[in-house]
C-alpha cells in the first residue's frame, strides 16, 4: 500500500510518521523541493524538534509521486488546500482515497476543505477528513491520541481508519464529515479567545466558561449547517477544543496569549511563525453565523476583537451582562 502527505509541515510530517509504522509506503511532498531534500538529508523536520524520522520515509518536490498513490493526504495550510488540489489531481489515480486534515475554511467562499476537494477533483475520488485532539508535536513522539475519521462514505472512512489507527493513534469513523470539519475550524477561534483571555490574565474559570459556552455556539451554527450535536461533544469538537485552547503546543492560544498582553493582532500572528487558522476562520464564522441567522456571540466578540480593534474588557462586560438564561432549557446546548 502507497501513501503520499502533501504538506511537509508538522502535521503532514507527523502523519507521515503513524503511516510509516503501520507499513505504507510513504512519501512526504514539500512544495519547496529544497525543504524536501534538507529533510531527506536530516531525517528531521525543525518543526517536530527532537523526532527523528524514520528511514523508510520519501521525500519529495514532484506531484508524479500520486500516480501510485493509495490514498492522499491533504496536510497544507487551509489557504492552499485550492492551489494544491488543483495541481494534484492530474496525478491521482482512479482509486486513490482523499483525506484532508487542513483545519480551516476557505476565506470568502466559506467552503469546508472537504467541499474544496470535490470541487476541484469534479466528484471523482472519494473523500474522508481526520481530525481530533492531535497536536504534531506529540504525534511525532507517537504518543496516544485519537482522531475521527469521517465520510458519508463509509468505506472511505473505514480505509482511513485502517489507514492510521495503531497502538498510539487510535481512530474512530463517523458519517458526519461536516459536523467533524466545521469543529476543526471553529474551535481555532474559541483558542484565540482562551489565549487573549491567559493574556489578560483571567483565571481557569473564565477559560472554562468560555470553552463551555463557545461550544454551544459551535454546536448550534453546525447542526443548522447540517452537522449532528453529537459530534461537537466528541473528539474532533469538545476534544479538540480542549487541547487547543490549553496547550502551549496551540499557535491559536499563543497568539492569543500575545494579543491578551496587548501585541497588535498582526504582529501576534508574525511572531508565531506558521499559520494561525482561527484569525481567518473568525471572519468565516461570523459570515455563517449571519446567512444562517444563529446567534453567536462569543465568536462574534473575537471576530471584532481581531478584526475592528475592539477592547477586551469591553466585550467580557458585553458577554457577562447578557440576559439571564436557564442552562437546562437552553435549547441550544446539546
Known amino acids: 500500500m502507497r501513501a503520499v502527505v502533501l504538506g511537509g509541515g508538522g502535521w503532514g510530517t507527523a502523519l507521515s510518521i503513524v503511516l510509516c509504522d503501520n507499513g505504507y509506503e510513504t512519501t512526504l511532498w514539500a512544495r519547496n523541493p529544497d525543504k524536501a531534500a534538507a529533510m531527506e538529508r536530516s531525517r528531521e523536520n525543525p518543526r517536530l524538534p527532537g523526532v527523528c524520522l524514520p528511514e523508510?520515509?520519501?521525500?519529495?518536490?514532484?506531484?508524479?509521486?500520486?500516480?501510485?498513490?493509495?490514498?492522499?493526504?491533504?496536510?497544507?495550510?487551509?489557504?492552499?488546500?485550492?492551489?494544491?488540489?488543483?495541481?494534484?489531481?492530474?496525478?491521482?489515480?482512479?482509486?486513490?482515497?482523499?483525506?484532508?486534515?487542513?483545519?480551516?475554511?476557505?476565506?470568502?467562499?466559506n467552503r469546508r476543505m472537504s467541499e474544496i476537494l470535490w470541487e476541484e477533483t469534479e466528484g471523482r475520488w472519494k473523500i474522508a477528513v481526520l481530525s481530533g485532539?492531535?497536536?504534531?508535536?506529540?504525534?511525532?513522539?507517537?504518543?496516544?491520541?485519537?482522531?475521527?475519521?469521517?465520510?458519508?462514505?463509509?468505506?472511505?472512512?473505514?480505509?482511513?481508519?485502517?489507514?492510521?489507527?495503531?497502538?498510539?493513534?487510535?481512530?474512530?469513523?463517523?458519517?458526519?464529515?461536516?459536523g467533524v470539519e466545521l469543529s476543526a475550524a471553529m474551535k481555532n477561534v474559541v483558542a484565540l479567545a482562551c489565549g487573549i483571555c491567559d493574556g489578560m490574565g483571567y483565571g481557569d474559570n473564565t477559560k472554562a466558561l468560555l470553552m463551555t459556552r463557545a461550544m454551544a455556539e459551535l454546536a448550534r451554527l453546525g447542526e443548522q449547517l447540517g452537522g449532528s450535536r453529537r459530534t461537537f461533544g466528541g473528539l474532533a469538537g469538545m476534544g479538540d477544543l480542549i487541547v487547543t485552547c490549553t496547550s502551549m503546543h496551540s499557535r491559536n492560544r499563543r497568539a492569543g496569549i500575545l494579543i491578551g498582553q496587548g501585541m497588535g493582532v498582526q504582529e501576534a500572528m508574525a511572531s508565531i511563525g506558521a499559520v494561525v487558522e482561527g484569525y481567518y476562520a473568525a471572519e468565516s464564522i461570523c459570515q455563517l453565523a449571519r446567512r444562517e441567522d444563529v446567534e453567536m456571540p462569543i465568536c462574534r466578540c473575537a471576530y471584532q476583537a481581531l478584526y475592528e480593534g475592539r477592547e477586551i474588557p469591553d466585550a467580557a462586560r458585553e458577554l457577562m451582562g447578557r440576559a439571564r438564561k436557564d442552562e437546562l432549557l437552553d435549547t441550544t446546548w446539546m
Do not use: W
Open 56 to 109: 523508510a520515509l520519501r521525500f519529495t518536490g514532484d506531484l508524479s509521486c500520486l500516480q501510485e498513490a493509495d490514498l492522499a493526504v491533504v496536510a497544507v495550510p487551509s489557504f492552499a488546500v485550492r492551489e494544491t488540489i488543483r495541481r494534484a489531481a492530474p496525478y491521482l489515480g482512479p482509486d486513490t482515497v482523499l483525506v484532508s486534515v487542513s483545519k480551516g475554511i476557505e476565506r470568502d467562499t
Open 133 to 178: 485532539p492531535s497536536h504534531a508535536e506529540e504525534v511525532g513522539l507517537r504518543l496516544p491520541t485519537g482522531c475521527v475519521s469521517a465520510s458519508p462514505d463509509r468505506t472511505a472512512a473505514r480505509f482511513v481508519q485502517d489507514a492510521f489507527m495503531n497502538g498510539y493513534f487510535r481512530v474512530y469513523t463517523s458519517y458526519d464529515i461536516v
